[in-house]
């Protein structure tokens, strides 16, 4: 089974998702800003400094793909060109309810690689626009930043690991996903035999702001999530997911993992088993 997050130089727990007050100390800091939410949208309006970086730019193939492509330097070059640095924290911005968690899937993915500091801005770029804040539509890119490639294997589940059974699945898809339809084109329809579900909209108030601690996890121990065993989260493609990582991990969660294949691999292997 994956390790303990314990006592590797991650984000501090609770720290994960932040307010636009703090995501600002950050920026003052010199915080990279990874832009989640797709070129197209980034080009209509983005957080000075912000630049875009796609999760399906990072996939091991094309279509019905969510597995985190083998060639980590490739992807560490895209975060480079962002301007993410080792020694600077990394702001990630995405569209919040609005959008799929393309947030959570860069957090992850920049928490796999190595990098130490990452927070996730909570609310994305609707609260931001909300609160009046500034925004550019300025094409300037960052000074490229310096990236090593450190991956935590701890936090990435494999199929196998998940067929081993001694974690928690979270599925974090729509019901009618968990219960059988297919709208994202799965092999086979169903969920991996156990697994509890919690779709990951569901951990957000209407406006997209993340719900407050003690009201997360409630919602997760009542859906079977436990704060105090492994808990693997997957989805179709390892994105929606990928933001259930990243509440845990704020909820300072210390055994938790992303499963990037998700049930676009697992439904595509006629040999595991779905209910």
């Given at each position: 089974?994956f ?8 984000a ?10 703090a ?28 630049w ?10 094309l ?5 985190l ?10 975060f ?10 990394v702001?990630?911005?995405?569209a919040a ?39 550019v ?8 930043g ?7 294997s701890?936090l ?8 081993a059974?001694?974690?928690v ?6 019901r009618?996903?968990?219960?059988g339809?297919?709208p994202?084109?799965e ?7 156990g ?27 009542t ?5 105090d ?5 997957l ?7 990928g ?18 294949g ?5 439904t595509?292997d006629?040999?595991r088993?779905?209910?």
């Amino acid at each position: 089974m994956f390790g303990l997050l314990l006592g590797l130089p991650l984000a501090v727990a609770g720290e994960v998702f932040v307010d636009l007050d703090a995501a600002q100390v950050l920026l003052d800091a010199g915080a990279a800003v990874v832009d989640a939410r797709g070129k197209r949208a980034w080009a209509k309006g983005h957080i000075p400094g912000a630049w875009p970086v796609s999760w399906t730019s990072q996939r091991d193939g094309l279509l019905r793909v969510g597995r985190l492509t083998r060639d980590l330097e490739s992807v560490a070059a895209q975060f480079r060109l962002a301007g993410v640095r080792q020694d600077a924290p990394v702001l990630v911005v995405g569209a919040a309810g609005a959008g799929w968690g393309e947030e959570g899937r860069l957090f992850w993915t920049l928490e796999y690689l190595g990098h130490p500091d990452v927070h996730v801005l909570d609310g994305g770029m609707p609260a931001w626009v909300a609160d009046g804040r500034a925004t550019v539509t300025d094409p300037t890119q960052p000074v490229p930043g310096e990236l090593s490639v450190q991956p935590r294997s701890a936090l990435r589940a494999s199929i196998d690991t998940v067929a081993a059974g001694d974690a928690v699945v979270w599925d974090a898809r729509e019901r009618r996903e968990y219960d059988g339809a297919t709208p994202y084109l799965e092999a086979r329809g169903g969920h991996v035999p156990g697994a509890v579900h919690l779709w990951f909209r569901d951990l957000m108030g209407p406006e997209g702001l993340l719900l407050p601690e003690d009201t997360l996890r409630r919602k997760l121990e009542t859906h079977g999530i436990p704060m105090d065993e492994p808990v693997i989260a997957l989805c179709t493609g390892g994105v929606r997911s990928g933001f259930a990582y990243a509440v845990l991990r704020h909820l300072g969660h210390p055994a938790v993992a992303n499963y990037d294949g998700s049930m676009w691999e697992w439904t595509a292997d006629k040999s595991r088993p779905l209910d």
